[in-house]
């Protein structure tokens, strides 16, 4: 079974809908990250969360929220989603007690039309 | 601002060969550099990670190595395999803490059977 896991793995969405992406994981870990991925780009830091009470903007986040709901769940919504938010979203985490090692989903692809 | 580079962005390599990826970095104050593998649809994942009070580490067939001041980082590949043709990513961890990632863009790696 992955230890990271993200859902839905594919999306279609039309420009103005709020959609929400989901991510799980069973490693235990403390820290969780949402990145995106565009085209020939590296990947950008969205969201970032040490704990459920600590949760911190990245580089990119407008048009963004998140939410921690346990310290396995960790949900990106796109309020109002637009079509430069067409992009591959990948969710990772790390464990701040032992190495700074990220380990990733195999993330989400989202078209916004 | 911290800009990671990599060279070449694609490779194509016959199996058996060695190989050497390269990631350049502008600013030497990181915590840590951690190399990974993108597969399509499967998301990214974690294959070496140094420190910064590292030179080198290795795993099977990989090594990657860290000049620090001179903002460079190699990962080289022993033996090439057909298995190993994917997107190899850089990343770098600084910005004031070891779990900021900046991310290259990548290097295409194929190997030819």
């Known amino acids: 079974d992955a230890d990271v896991t993200q859902t839905p793995r594919n999306r279609i969405t039309k420009t103005g809908k709020r959609i929400m992406l989901e991510c799980s994981q069973t490693k235990g870990h403390d820290r969780m990250y949402w990145y995106r991925q565009d085209p020939g780009l590296g990947l950008q830091l969205i969201y970032y969360s040490f704990d459920v009470k600590d949760i911190n903007k990245g580089e990119i986040s407008d048009g963004y929220s998140v939410s921690r709901q346990a310290q396995a769940k960790f949900s990106l919504s796109l309020e109002s989603a637009i079509p430069n938010q067409t992009a591959l979203y990948f969710c990772?985490?790390?464990?701040?007690?032992?190495?700074?090692?990220?380990?990733f989903g195999p993330g989400t692809r989202l078209t916004v039309l | 601002k911290q800009e990671v580079t990599q060279i070449p962005a694609a490779l194509s390599v016959p199996e058996g060969e060695n190989l050497v990826l390269n990631c350049s970095f502008t600013?030497?104050?990181?915590?840590?550099l951690q190399w990974f593998r993108q597969d399509p649809g499967k998301g990214l994942t974690s294959l070496l990670l140094i420190q910064s009070s590292q030179r080198e580490q290795t795993s099977g067939r990989l090594n990657a190595s860290l000049d620090k001041s001179s903002g460079r980082s190699t990962l080289y590949i022993a033996a090439s395999q057909p298995g190993d043709s994917a997107t190899y990513l850089c990343a770098v961890g600084g910005g004031g803490s070891n779990y900021k990632l900046t991310f290259g863009k990548g290097t295409l790696l194929t190997v030819n059977p």
């Open positions: 990772a985490t790390s464990d701040s007690a032992r190495t700074p090692r990220q380990f």
């Open positions: 600013d030497s104050a990181i915590y840590n």
